[in-house]
């Protein structure tokens, strides 16, 4: 469990997204929150961010974030 945890943040989404799908399954029959928040992270901020690509300000974005540096979040209101 330990090891998919310290593997989950730096998942190359772009070239191995099954990669996420296992791991994430694995982590979630554990902690479903965690599961859920890099879900988030990754599926809505981060790919966001990569549909913006042409300006070079979201990109330097997306490249912390798929380092974790900048963590994205999602508020419903």
Do not use: Q
């Amino acid at each position: 469990m330990v090891l998919a945890l310290r593997n989950f943040w730096k998942i190359d989404l772009l070239n191995r997204p099954m990669e996420f799908a296992f791991i994430s399954y694995a982590i979630s029959m554990y902690n479903g929150g965690i599961t859920t928040r890099a879900t988030l992270h990754y599926l809505l901020y981060a790919k966001s961010l990569l549909l913006y690509r042409s300006n070079p300000f979201h990109m330097e974005l997306y490249e912390s974030a798929m380092r974790c540096e900048d963590i994205g979040s999602f508020s419903l209101t």
